[in-house]
């Protein structure tokens, strides 16, 4: 089976920007979540999407958002970007049931100038 | 907030030492998961102790828990070169939610 799969690898954008990333699950998981990485705060919770529909969300700014198509692929989306955004994203997917372990994908690098 | 917390933050060991990493969380859970993470990149799943488990083992790795302190350690014996990452824990279950919350990580760097 293929794993999860993050486009694109690398990005910069500037200050008010908007950025979209994606994210393929692996083949048969319903669950997708993100979670956005940086030296400082560790790996902190976005939201999570299962079959097209947010069924968790962390404490992040309605700057960001996201959303799951009916292949489960996922997108998030941050707009109006800051400084502060420039971070790892990391997408993991799982069948999303409780007690599960999460598969990862290798990251969105993030760098806003 | 960080519902995981790993300490210490850094460890630097010889190889075929011993690595122990510990890891306290705030509230009641379900599960507590160790994923490891090679720089720059995604995470990839070590472990998962459930909250009625005391010790669990997977090759070089052994887990145990103990949910009347919150703590959880995780110890690599016998540590190679090839351990070197940052191990993070992920306690689930807390508050209802099963979404794993993840600490800041333990930095392990194995000297050949």
Known sequence: ?113 | SQQGEEDPQALSIQEGENATMNCSYKTSINNLQWYRQNSGRGLVHLILIRSNEREKHSGRLRVTLDTSKKSSSLLITASRAADTASYFCAAAGGGGSYIPTFGRGTSLIVHP
């Not at chain 1, 908007?18 to 990485?37: A, D, K, N």
């Not at chain 1, 919770?45 to 299962?50: G, Q, V």
């Open chain 1, 1 to 113: 089976k293929a794993g999860v799969t993050q486009t694109p690898r690398y990005l910069i954008k500037t200050r008010g920007q908007q950025v979209t990333l994606s994210c393929s699950p692996i083949s048969g998981h319903r669950s997708v979540s993100w979670y956005q990485q940086t030296p400082g705060q560790g790996l902190q919770f976005l939201f999570e999407y299962f079959s097209e529909t947010q069924r968790n969300k962390g404490n992040f700014p309605g700057r960001f958002s996201g959303r799951q198509f009916s292949n489960s692929r996922s997108e998030m989306n941050v707009s109006t970007l800051e400084l502060g955004d420039s971070a790892l994203y990391l997408c993991a997917s799982s069948l999303g049931r409780s007690e599960e372990k999460l598969f990862f994908g290798s990251g969105t690098q993030l760098s806003v100038l």
